[in-house]
């Protein structure tokens, strides 16, 4: 059984060889001879990733961006052979540029207009406002105090921004403990509008059975009675009552 698969392979190489005068090789080594004739060559890929498609060949040799060979890009630039403005060193020298100084951009910013504060500015503020404080605010009082803690946090998240960025090493303590003091203030505004609404609430419930209340919007909302009709009818019930115990 040993002999079999050598001697058909040499059978159907010796049937295959268009020359009959060719030595064949000998019987043990026939399967190493057919399997180099046998195996297909192996698979090639592409050296480059990109796609070559996107830069087409245009048969020129000089193609190409090298600066030994002084040869041009591949693509045409969007550049310029004008040269490059320098810049002003001289600062009596500069163009001056007007900028408004009531821009509401400068709300990102401190007072003295400076990209970040010094620890003892941020550290320069009172306590938040407490919610019996606030519940003598009207709602016009309320809503600005609510907005200028807005600008306060806007700026200092643009500080903050710009600490990391810079990392200068100080003004984190001093901006944490500054935000949180405005926290506490929006929080109890909020509180305060909180139970105004209740109390408003309450009092549109008590409204509906009040015949003196108007809440349909047609004519004016609180019609009180006169006077009189009230002695009168509080005087009838009086008298009702002064009977109903006589009898």
């Not at 060979?69 to 490059?84: A, D, F």
């Not at 620890?119 to 306590?127: I, N, Q, T």
């Not at 809503?143 to 200028?148: D, E």
């Amino acid at each position: 059984m040993s002999t079999t698969c050598p001697l058909r392979v040499t059978y159907n190489i010796r049937h295959l060889s268009p020359n009959p005068a060719v030595s064949l090789p000998l019987s043990f080594l026939t399967p190493s001879f057919v399997s180099v004739f046998l195996t297909s060559s192996p698979s090639k890929a592409s050296f480059s990733s990109s796609s070559k498609h996107a830069f087409p060949r245009d048969n020129n040799r000089n193609r190409g961006v090298s600066a030994l060979r002084r040869t041009g890009p591949r693509q045409p630039l969007s550049v310029s052979k004008e040269p490059l403005p320098r810049p002003v060193l001289d600062p009596s020298k500069r163009s001056k540029v007007e900028v408004d100084p009531g821009h509401g951009l400068w709300a990102f910013f401190n007072v003295k207009k400076t990209t970040l504060s010094t620890p003892e500015d941020d550290y320069a503020h009172g306590r938040p406002w407490s919610a019996e404080e606030l519940r003598h605010k009207s709602w016009e009082d309320l809503h600005a105090l609510w907005w200028v803690c807005v600008k306060e946090r806007n700026r200092l998240a643009t500080e903050g921004f710009e600490r990391e960025r810079l990392k200068p090493g100080y003004g984190d303590y001093e901006a944490e403990r500054r935000e949180t003091t405005v926290k506490r203030t929006q929080r109890a505004i909020k509180h305060v509008l909180t139970e105004r609404y209740y109390a408003w609430d309450e009092a549109r419930k008590v409204g509906r059975s009040d015949p003196e209340v108007n809440l349909s919007g047609d004519g004016p909302a609180y019609a009180p009675r006169d006077l009189e009709d009230d002695d009168a009818t509080y005087g009838n019930a009086t008298n009702g009552a002064r009977t109903i115990s006589a009898a």
